[in-house]
């Protein structure tokens, strides 16, 4: 009995290796179908989070500007050069950053905008960004 055992037992071991021949390279073929998908969802992530920082410096930008132009005794020329200077200290976040500083006809409230482009790593896509702050204008008011 036990020979028959072993005479079987070869032919199994062939049977096997024949199976893993036909399956040679399925993993391969595996990969090659979910890498493609998986990358594209990498890099829509890795965009997202590039946009809304770009989105968050231009908005810290025109903050920092519209604080320094409504302040009392302070000029709309001061929180623009204040918006660049963030900016140009920020570094590369946002792309071709404008900054326009504007007051009402009564110059009781300054508004601060920035605009420019978000970063992008999908070609052919562009992310124009555009964020705004506005207050008051200080100033002194008799009793």
């Known amino acids: 009995?036990?020979?028959?055992?072993?005479?079987t037992r070869p032919r199994?071991?062939?049977?096997?290796?024949?199976?893993r021949a036909?399956?040679?390279?399925?993993?391969?073929?595996?990969?090659?179908?979910v890498a493609g998908p998986l990358l594209l969802v990498t890099?829509?992530?890795?965009?997202?989070?590039?946009?809304?920082?770009?989105?968050s410096l231009a908005l810290a930008a025109a903050t920092q500007g519209a604080n320094v132009a409504r302040a009392y005794g302070s000029s709309l020329e001061a929180g623009e050069d204040k918006a660049e200077r963030f900016l140009d200290?920020?570094?590369?976040g946002l792309r071709g950053p404008e900054v326009v500083v504007k007051t009402n006809s009564a110059r009781t409230e300054v508004t601060v905008t920035v605009t420019?482009?978000?970063?992008?790593?999908?070609?052919?896509?562009?992310?124009?960004i555009q964020q705004t702050a506005r207050g008051p204008?200080?100033?002194f008011v008799p009793s």
């Not at 200290?89 to 590369?92: S, T």
């Open 43 to 55: 890099f829509m992530v890795i965009q997202a989070a590039l946009v809304f920082y770009s989105r």
């Open 12 to 19: 199994a071991i062939r049977g096997r290796k024949a199976l």
């Open 137 to 139: 204008v200080e100033r």
């Open 89 to 92: 200290a920020a570094g590369q």
């Open 22 to 33: 036909k399956d040679r390279g399925a993993h391969t073929m595996e990969f090659v179908i």
């Open 116 to 128: 420019g482009r978000a970063p992008s790593i999908v070609p052919f896509m562009t992310f124009d």
């Open 1 to 7: 009995m036990r020979r028959a055992a072993d005479r």
